[in-house]
């Protein structure tokens, strides 16, 4: 597949999908660009049906141009991810889960990290984007501290169980180990008290 | 300004009808939907850069509710304004 095409392609591919002549499919889609350019300086949001909405935020220094996609496009575009959906994660797991669910939380954690990364240097770079993408941004960034926090108390939550299951083992062995010792000491004693008897 | 003011618009410019310039730019948006969707970089000079980039899957906390939720991956379409573009936008604030 093509990874990147531009004006020329664009006009190959109408002449070939409307069978005109080439002269007049460039001759439309520079009309059709040059209009699009036209209406940016009324600062008016210009509206193209199953494309998208470009859309003028002003700001105090430059205005930034925005472009939404339509529902149309963005489904298209997100065709491989159409069968995943937004889940709820539970709060209160139960014990047996606690090992898988750390390993999954700090995967997403990582994950996160990364996409916050991801966001920060597109910030830094050309993409000094509008003001909704910052918003974003930091819900994300506390999201990950939340994450983190999370995650640090199941750690703490483990181990206080490890302790306890090491402190009922330790118990339970010395138990055992007494019981041993004792029912030996037991056997002896019979043992020299019929030899006594047979003795006597 | 709505779709059918711009059709309009572009009609008269063009100097063809309504009609055949609706199905010009069917076409074209089309075009631009089939290949945006196949992961390519549409550029066009003195206008933009259309393109896609994917979002990683990540969790969101309601503060109000505290339900925490995992968002799935996505695409998104990107424009990136060429730098004619943008000086037409502040050519427009300095009059």
New interface residues.
């Given amino acids: 597949m093509n990874d990147k095409l531009n004006f020329e392609d664009i006009i190959d591919l109408l002449t070939e999908k409307k069978q005109i002549p080439q002269k007049e499919a460039e001759i439309f889609l520079k009309n059709f660009f040059r209009v699009i350019q036209e209406v940016f300086p009324e600062k008016e949001t210009l509206q193209i049906n199953n494309f998208g909405t470009f859309e003028i935020a002003p700001s105090q220094t430059h205005h930034h141009l925005r472009f939404l996609p339509a529902s149309t496009l963005s489904d298209l575009v997100n065709k491989p991810f159409a069968h995943f959906e937004k889940t709820l994660l539970n709060e209160g797991v139960a014990l047996n889960d606690v090992e898988e669910l750390l390993q999954t939380d700090s995967e997403k954690v990582e994950s996160n990290i990364d996409y916050a990364l991801y966001a920060s240097e597109n910030e830094e770079g050309l993409l000094k984007k509008e003001n909704m993408d910052d918003d974003v941004e930091t819900i994300i960034e506390k999201d990950c501290e939340k994450e983190k926090t999370m995650f640090r108390s199941k750690i703490v939550r483990k181990r206080k169980h490890s302790d306890v299951w090491i402190t009922a083992f330790s118990a339970a062995l010395l138990l055992s180990v007494g019981a041993f010792v004792y029912l030996q000491w037991a056997q002896r004693s019979k043992k020299k008290r019929q030899s006594r008897k047979t003795r006597s | 300004?709505?779709?059918k003011k711009?059709l309009s618009?572009?009609a008269q410019?063009?100097g063809w009808s309504h009609t055949k310039t609706e199905?010009?730019?069917?076409?074209?948006?089309?075009?631009?939907?089939?290949?945006?969707?196949?992961?390519?970089?549409?550029?066009?000079?003195?206008?933009g850069v259309?393109d896609?980039r994917k979002?990683?899957?990540?969790?969101?906390?309601n503060?109000k509710t505290?339900?925490?939720?995992?968002?799935?991956?996505?695409?998104?379409?990107?424009?990136?304004?060429a730098t004619a573009?943008?000086e037409?936008?502040?050519?427009?604030?300095t009059k």
């Fill in positions: 300004m709505k779709h711009f618009k572009l410019h063009l199905e010009m730019v069917e076409a074209t948006v089309s075009i631009f939907n089939e290949k945006l969707s196949d992961a390519a970089q549409i550029s066009i000079q003195d206008f259309f896609t979002e990683n899957e990540h969790i969101t906390v503060p505290k339900e925490r939720f995992l968002m799935p991956p996505k695409i998104k379409v990107t424009f990136e304004p573009t943008r037409n936008l502040k050519t427009d604030d």
